[in-house]
C-alpha cells in the first residue's frame, strides 16, 4: 500500500490555472492506477481522472478539454494540471491509488473565486 500526500491547492481567480501534486511513499508506485477525486461541500465525491501504470488516462466529461493527469514515476508523483477554472470547479481534491490496491490522501482545497 502507498501513503499520499497532495499539494498544490488554494485559491485562484476564474480563468486560472493551477498544478496539483501527489507524492506516493512506498514500493512500487509504478504499478499502481492512479486518480484524482474531487468533493464538494455537500456532494458526493466524484471521480475527476485516472492514469493507469502505463499511461492510459480517462477522464469525467466535465474536465475534459481543461484538465490534464500526468505521472512522473521517476519521482513516485502523479500530476493534475487544471486550466480555465471555473467557480464549480471549488472542491477538496484527493488522490487516490486505485489498483492494485487502494489508498487515499487528506486532500488540498482548490477554491476558485474573484
Known amino acids: 500500500q502507498v501513503q499520499l500526500v497532495e499539494s498544490g491547492g488554494g485559491l485562484v481567480q476564474p480563468g486560472g490555472s493551477l498544478r496539483l501534486s501527489c507524492l506516493a511513499s512506498?514500493?512500487?508506485?509504478?504499478?499502481?492506477?492512479m486518480g484524482w477525486y474531487r468533493q464538494a461541500p455537500g456532494k458526493q465525491r466524484d471521480l475527476v481522472a485516472h492514469?493507469?501504470?502505463?499511461?492510459?488516462?480517462h477522464y469525467a466529461d466535465f474536465p475534459k478539454g481543461r484538465f490534464t493527469i500526468s505521472r512522473d514515476n521517476a519521482k513516485n508523483t502523479v500530476y493534475l494540471e487544471m486550466n480555465s477554472l471555473k467557480p464549480e470547479d471549488t472542491a477538496v481534491y484527493y488522490c487516490?491509488?486505485?489498483?492494485?490496491?487502494?489508498?487515499w490522501g487528506q486532500g488540498t482545497q482548490v477554491i476558485v473565486s474573484s
Open positions: 487516490a491509488a486505485l489498483a492494485p490496491s487502494r489508498s
Open positions: 512506498g514500493s512500487s508506485f509504478d504499478m499502481y492506477t
Open positions: 492514469i493507469t501504470s502505463s499511461g492510459s488516462t
